[in-house]
């Protein structure tokens, strides 16, 4: 699945229980069409104590129980970039900026969109 946003992209929720919520991306999953975005979507996971590995982990230290809160994956689609520039959420054009490079840029505002890591 191709997707627009990237990771460190602004990001507003649409739909769900955390809704109208923005975040920073913190990764994306393109095959499984989903992304986790920073203090959106924060679920708790109970675990278990667990007591000290064989040998095999050379020392490792036993896992405490209790109650771990982290962010869960978020739908794609519910996502929606927001400008930098406008501070509003937009879509996303392809397009070429004042250097001939292809980017992506604002819908409403014009101005292209912050690259990704690999192209820089």
């Not at 975040?23 to 986790?36: C, D, N, Q, S, Y």
């Not at 203090?39 to 040998?55: A, E, F, L, T």
Request: include cysteine.
């Amino acid at each position: 699945m191709k997707t627009w946003i990237l990771k460190g992209d602004t990001v507003m929720v649409l739909r769900g229980k955390e809704k109208g919520k923005r975040g920073i991306v913190k990764a994306v999953f393109p095959a499984r069409g989903t992304a986790m975005v920073e203090g959106v979507n924060v679920v708790k996971r109970h675990s278990k104590p667990q007591p000290q590995q064989q040998q095999s982990n050379m020392g490792a230290a036993p896992r405490t129980g209790g109650i771990i809160e982290k962010e869960a994956p978020l739908p794609l689609e519910a996502l929606q970039y927001v400008c930098e520039a406008c501070k509003s959420p937009t879509r996303l054009q392809r397009g070429e900026t004042k250097e001939h490079r292809r980017a992506r840029i604002c819908a409403r505002c014009g101005e292209p969109a912050r690259e990704s890591a690999k192209s820089a």
